[in-house]
């Protein structure tokens, strides 16, 4: 039993690490025929039923008060339709490794909340970690000033920046809020199916013969992948992951994502790495892990499972 254990959480962290690395470059792909917001939209659309199927068939489902629903409404808006959104919507401007990479500050700029909020005492780690977020954050800007006067590169670089500020203030949020959350899978299927028909009523309102034109195949396949393995395997990873470890521990493992969506943007996509690039990397996710590290008594009595990274 104990050996059986031991191989789930490990595949659990490795769907972690890989799978939710990979919806970068399935957002890229997707975006290249398919309007974001049916991108984000069908993505949870579908994900959303198949929670439900599994929901009904295991006579799981829980009939929610409007408090709880209400809770959950606002969680999908901020971190589904804003944050998830928005990060769809800049990668058709910028490339999939660096938005990857700059959704790696979702976690200082939770710790920056929380410092407003009077949630976090200021530390010299805190601070440390913050100094190299903004160190790695310059090393990528430092050559690249003139691309800002791209109107295209700047819509993207803006729509990346709101959604890391969106799923930060979504996750300190959830935290607050949740003192019987119940069944999570219910949560999560509200949230995806709410968040995702608002998505795609939204588009069909915008543009109706729009947007289901031109769509190819790969762009087609891109967006059922999302939904199984970006929403419905990797979250049910993560999930089962917290169950087992401290929530610091199985947020450090996503810092893998960053790697895994640089290396599938230059194997696939042909997108450029350059070693500045690569040292931006290491600083950003340095400072995130010296910010996020906790004395050890801290890390046992932590038991929240909220997801502290844009997947």
Sequence with gaps: MPAKRDFKLFFALFSVALFWGTTFLAIRIGVETVPPLLVTGLRNVIAGFIFLTYLVYSKKL????????RRNMII?????????????????????GLAALISTLSPLTVLLINLSLGNEKPSLKIFT?????????????????????????????????FAVFTWATGTVY?????????????????????AGILMVVF????????????WSQRSF?????????????????????????????????????VVVALFLGWLILGEHITLRI???????IGGVIVANLRRKELVKSEKDPVPEVIE
């Excluded at 999908?76 to 999939?96: D, Q």
């Excluded at 588009?203 to 031109?214: I, R, S, T």
Aim: aromatic share 12%.
């Design 62 to 69: 829980e009939k929610m008060d409007w408090p709880r629903l």
């Design 76 to 96: 999908a808006l901020m971190m589904i339709v804003l944050a998830n959104g928005l990060t769809t919507f800049a990668e058709k401007y910028i490339s999939s």
């Design 129 to 161: 970690g913050i100094f190299l977020g903004i160190s790695g954050m310059y090393l990528i800007y430092q050559n690249n000033i003139n691309d800002l006067f791209n109107p295209e590169y700047r819509l993207g670089i803006g729509a990346i920046l």
């Design 174 to 194: 959830t935290k607050r809020s949740a003192a019987h959350p119940g069944n999570i899978v219910v949560n999560l299927c509200v949230q995806m199916l709410f």
């Design 203 to 214: 588009q069909l309102f915008l543009d109706p013969v729009g947007a289901w034109q031109n």
């Design 221 to 257: 396949l891109a967006v059922i992948y999302l939904a199984i393995f970006g929403s419905v395997i990797g979250y049910a990873s993560y999930t089962y992951a917290l169950s087992r470890l401290p929530s610091t521990r199985v947020s450090v493992i996503t810092y893998i994502n």
């Design 278 to 284: 690569v040292i931006a990397a290491a600083l950003i």
